[in-house]
C-alpha cells in the first residue's frame, strides 16, 4: 500500500531521530530491568506520545495509520523494546481512553503531561482470579457521599512501577460481568494505593510491570472516566485501537530481523558455500518474509479504519494473533538461521523471541482473539453470556 506524503515524511524523520538519539543496543537494561526514561523523553519530544491525539486535545492530529507507521519505523530501529512496549501501554491504556472518554476537566489535568511525557499512564484491568474472564473482576467501587472507594487488587499492570496516573477498571456489583463496569483515573500519590515490586518478567524487561493494591482507596467522584457502568466501553475502545497500534512494533522488528538474516545468510560461509544457498536456510528466510508481508497490512488496515471512524475489533482481533504468532516464528527462525550466535544473549534476536512470546499474552491472549474471531463470524460460544462479543479479554 502507498503510504500518505505525511505518513513517509513522519517516517523519514522518526527514522533519523532513532538513529541519532535512540541508539544503543540496551541489552544492561534489558538484563535490569531498567526502564529507559531518556529514550522515553526523546520520543516524546518527537512527538511520538501526540501523533494519535486530535489537534483539539492538543495532539498533532496525524491519526492512527502515521502512529503505526511510526511504531513500525522504531520497531525497526531501536532496540529497546521495552521502551515501544511501556509506549504503547501509555498510548492506549491511557491517552486514548481520557481523549474518547474523559471529561474537558480531565484532559485539561491530564493530557498535556501525558503528550509531552513528563506523566506516564498505565491500566489496570487484570487480577489474579481475572484474566482472560477480565470482567469478572473483583476490584469494587463504591460510593461514599461524592467519592468513590475503591478496594481490589491489579495484576500485570504495564507502567504500574513507574506510573503517575492509572486507569483502575472497577465494577459495582462483581459478578455482573461487564455490567456495572466503571473505569477511575487514580493518580499514583493516592491515598491507599500502593505498588508491588517490578515483575521478573522473561521480556519486554525495560518496560516496567507490576501489581496495585487498592485499599480503601478514596477518589472524587469526577474520577469517573465517562460514564458510570460504562467502564467496558472505554476498556474495549482501549483494546481495539491497541490490538492494532502495539504490534506494529513487531512488524517494524520483523523487518530488521530479516535483512539482518539475509545478510548473514549470504556471508556465513559452510561447506564452502554461504549458508542461504542451502534451501532449508533459504526456506526459513522465505517464510520470515512472507509473516513480514501479511502482518503489514494486517495492521496498516486498523489504522486506516479507525482514521475513518470504523469500527475495527475484528480486525484488530486477526491482527494481535497472526502478527504475534508471526513474530515469535521469525524470531524462532531467525535464532536458526543464526546459529550459536542467535543463542547468545549479547545478540539481539534472543532478546526478539523473549519479546516477541509477550505478545502472544498481553491485550489479551490468541487463544481470546481466536474466541473473539469465531465470535464476530457468527459462530456460537461456549463461554457464559455475560461478555459482549466484542470484550473477552484484558
Ligand atoms: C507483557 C504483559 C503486559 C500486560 N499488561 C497489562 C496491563 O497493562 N494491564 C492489565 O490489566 N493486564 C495486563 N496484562 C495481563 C494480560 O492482559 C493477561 O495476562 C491476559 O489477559 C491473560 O490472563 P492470565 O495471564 O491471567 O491468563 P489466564 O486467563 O489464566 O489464561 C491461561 C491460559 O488459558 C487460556 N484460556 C483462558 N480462557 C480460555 C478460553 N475461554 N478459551 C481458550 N483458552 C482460554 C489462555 O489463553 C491462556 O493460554 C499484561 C500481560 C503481559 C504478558
Avoid at 515483575?199 to 482507596?217: F, N, W, Y
Wanted: charged share 25%.
Amino acid at each position: 500500500m502507498d503510504l500518505p506524503d505525511q505518513v513517509l515524511e513522519l517516517r523519514r524523520e522518526l527514522q533519523e531521530v532513532a538513529r541519532v538519539r535512540l541508539g544503543g543496543s540496551g541489552i544492561e537494561r534489558d538484563r535490569e530491568g531498567v526502564f529507559w526514561r531518556e529514550g522515553w523523553q526523546v520520543c516524546a519530544e518527537a512527538g511520538v506520545l501526540s501523533l494519535a491525539v486530535p489537534r483539539e486535545d492538543g495532539g498533532r492530529g496525524l491519526g492512527l495509520l502515521a502512529t503505526i507507521v511510526a511504531m513500525e519505523t522504531l520497531g525497526e530501529e531501536v532496540d529497546d523494546l521495552g521502551l515501544l512496549f511501556a509506549i504503547n501501554a501509555h498510548l492506549w491504556a491511557g491517552v486514548i481512553p481520557l481523549v474518547h472518554f474523559g471529561t474537558p476537566a480531565q484532559k485539561t489535568t491530564w493530557l498535556p503531561g501525558l503528550l509531552d511525557g513528563s506523566i506516564v499512564a498505565g491500566h489496570g484491568a487484570t487480577e489474579p482470579d481475572a484474566g482472560s474472564d477480565v470482567f469478572c473482576m473483583n476490584t469494587t467501587a463504591r460510593r461514599d457521599g461524592t467519592d468513590w472507594v475503591l478496594d481490589g487488587t491489579k495484576s500485570f499492570v504495564a507502567n504500574g512501577p513507574i506510573a503517575d496516573v492509572l486507569i483502575v477498571y472497577a465494577a459495582a456489583e462483581p459478578g455482573r460481568g461487564e455490567l456495572g463496569l466503571s473505569g477511575f483515573l487514580v493518580p499514583r500519590d493516592t491515598k491507599g494505593l500502593q505498588f508491588g515490586e517490578p515483575l521478573d518478567k522473561m521480556g519486554l524487561r525495560s518496560a516496567p510491570s507490576g501489581t496495585l493494591v487498592l485499599e480503601d482507596c478514596r477518589i472524587p467522584g469526577d474520577a469517573l472516566i465517562g460514564s458510570e457502568g460504562g467502564g467496558a466501553a472505554c476498556f474495549n475502545c482501549s483494546m481495539e485501537w491497541e490490538r492494532g497500534a502495539i504490534l506494529a512494533m513487531h512488524v517494524g522488528r520483523m523487518s530488521r530481523q530479516l535483512d539482518e538474516v539475509v545478510r548473514f545468510a549470504k556471508t556465513r560461509r559452510q561447506f564452502g558455500q554461504p549458508i542461504g544457498a542451502f534451501q532449508s536456510v533459504a526456506n526459513r528466510v522465505i517464510d520470515m518474509k512472507l509473516r513480514l508481508e501479511t502482518s503489514r497490512p494486517l495492521v496498516h488496515r486498523i489504522g486506516i479504519l479507525k482514521d475513518q471512524g470504523r469500527q475495527a475489533m475484528l480486525e484488530a482481533a486477526m491482527a494481535k494473533l497472526h502478527v504475534s504468532e508471526a513474530a515469535v516464528q521469525s524470531s524462532l527462525d531467525a535464532v536458526q538461521i543464526m546459529g550459536s550466535r542467535g543463542y547468545l544473549r549479547e545478540g539481539v534476536v534472543e532478546r526478539d523471541l523473549r519479546d516477541a512470546l509477550g505478545a502472544r499474552i498481553y491485550s489479551g491472549t490468541n487463544e481470546m482473539q481466536r474466541v473473539m474471531i469465531a465470535r464476530l463470524l457468527g459462530l456460537p460460544s461456549s463461554l457464559p453470556e455475560r461478555r459482549s462479543p466484542e470484550a473477552p479479554e484484558g
